[in-house]
Structure formats: structure tokens, C-alpha cells
């Protein structure tokens, strides 16, 4: 049988790239994080003083794209690990300092130009579990599979809570919440591929489905997809 690309599409902790490492590790695909990228360029920027709660220098950025290098890689555990310029980067894109600058990051069309384009070549060869907020409508929208994830945003602000403020008491709740609300209303509101819903989309509202139901759900969505590929 053809191997596809799965485009999972959805607003933040909504648990896509859960899935999307399911999916990937079951079909032996592999699995990218966009979200990851924009992410690591966020990083970039504050490491090299483009971006601070004092403002954003988005000319110099774009500037230095074509010097920024990013990679993933598997680990010795096989997990994915992401490189930027070399070094590794997989803990420092999670910090709250870079969750809250990425919407500005993203928003810029030559940064999202860019990671498209990275990212149309790692599908080159189908096999891909792609996850993000423009997959399916920008990036890959001839994708055999696509899915918009969704769950209400309390849902979501605890599961990002959970995973944040595991030993670490300066993470509070609130704070959390109101992160996910801004970075929704920002992502579906840029001019510059905002977060939609592609019209051939299967949704997909995990608030009360469980993984075990979820993964089972979409894998009889795979194999449909995948009997209908020539
Ligand atoms: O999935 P995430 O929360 O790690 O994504 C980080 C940010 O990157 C988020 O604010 C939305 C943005 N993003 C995007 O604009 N396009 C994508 N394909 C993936 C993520």
C-alpha cells in the first residue's frame, strides 16, 4: 500500500503531536513538529537579541534566516530531538519565555516562507505525520489525510499546566491559561496563514475521547485514506 501524509491541524495542547507520534511510531512514518520550528526560530531570535518584552527587531531576523539551520534527529532512545544550528534544543523551545514570543515570530510571512518550504521537501516522500496550524490548508494541502484537533481551552490550559509545572512552582495556572487564549486568538487571527479548519478536514474533538479511542478513531481514518490512494 502507498504511503500518505497526515496533516494534523488544531489549535495549541489539543494533543496533536501526542497523536501524531502514535500515528507515525505505528506506521513506522516519519513525525515533524512544525510548531517546533517556528519555535526554534523564536529562539534564535531572543538568543541573538532580535526579540524582548522591549520589542521585536523583525528586519534583522529576517535577515539571518538564510544563517539558521534547523534539524531533527533521533536519539539514542529514539525519541526526536531538535537541532538549531548544531545545538541541541529540544528543552529551551518549551520555556515560557519563547511560548510567549512565538506568535509574533510565526506571524512574519518570510519566516513562514521559509519553514514551508523545509517543510514541502520533508514530505517529498510521503510517509510524514505532520502537525501544526497550517498543514493541511498551506503546507501540504493535497495531503491524503488531514485532521483539525480540537478541545475547549480549560481542557487544554491543564494539560500544558501539567506538563510545565512538573517541579517547578513559578508555573502558575492562570498564567497558563491566558497564554493558550492569547496564542489562539493571536493564530487565528494573523492575516498570514491563519489557523483554519481545511475544508476536507475530519475534526476531531478530543475534550472527552480518550487516547485509546482517539488512536483508534484515526487509524480507521488512515486505512480508508490509505485504500483510497492509488
Ligand atoms: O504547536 P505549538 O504550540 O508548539 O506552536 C508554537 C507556535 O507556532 C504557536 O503559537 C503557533 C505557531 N505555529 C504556526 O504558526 N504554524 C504552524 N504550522 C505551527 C505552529
Same mark, same amino acid.
Given at each position: 500500500m502507498k504511503k500518505i501524509?497526515?496533516?494534523i491541524d488544531g489549535h495549541s495542547s489539543t494533543g496533536k503531536s501526542t497523536l501524531a507520534k502514535q500515528l507515525a511510531e505505528h506506521l513506522d512514518y516519519i513525525y515533524i513538529d512544525s510548531g517546533a520550528m517556528y519555535r526554534a526560530v523564536t529562539l534564535y531570535a531572543i538568543e541573538n537579541g532580535f526579540i524582548?518584552?522591549?520589542g521585536f527587531d523583525k528586519i534583522r531576523l %529576517?535577515?539571518?534566516?538564510s544563517g539558521l539551520h534547523i534539524a531533527f534527529k533521533k536519539d539514542s532512545s529514539n525519541n526526536v530531538a531538535l537541532f538549531l544550528n548544531g545545538q541541541l534544543v529540544s528543552s529551551k523551545i518549551r520555556t515560557m519565555e519563547v511560548s510567549n514570543m512565538v506568535s509574533q515570530v510565526a506571524a512574519l510571512p518570510e519566516v513562514r516562507k521559509c519553514l514551508v518550504k523545509e517543510q514541502r521537501l520533508m514530505g517529498l516522500n510521503k510517509g510524514l505525520v505532520m502537525d501544526g496550524r497550517? %498543514?493541511?490548508?498551506?503546507v501540504f494541502p493535497d495531503a491524503e489525510l488531514k485532521i483539525f484537533m480540537t478541545a475547549s481551552a480549560k481542557t487544554r490550559a491543564l494539560r500544558r499546566f501539567d506538563e510545565l509545572s512538573n517541579g517547578d512552582a513559578s508555573i502558575d495556572y492562570k498564567t497558563v491559561y491566558e497564554n493558550i487564549i492569547f496564542r489562539d486568538k493571536k493564530d487565528s487571527s494573523r492575516k498570514n496563514s491563519p489557523l483554519l479548519k481545511?475544508?476536507?478536514a475530519r475534526v476531531l474533538d478530543n475534550s472527552k475521547l480518550d487516547q485509546q479511542a482517539q488512536f483508534k478513531l484515526v487509524l480507521s481514518w488512515v486505512n480508508e485514506c490509505k485504500k483510497e490512494t492509488p
Open positions: 501524509i497526515i496533516a524582548s518584552s522591549d %529576517i535577515q539571518s534566516l497550517d %498543514i493541511g490548508t498551506v481545511a475544508k476536507d
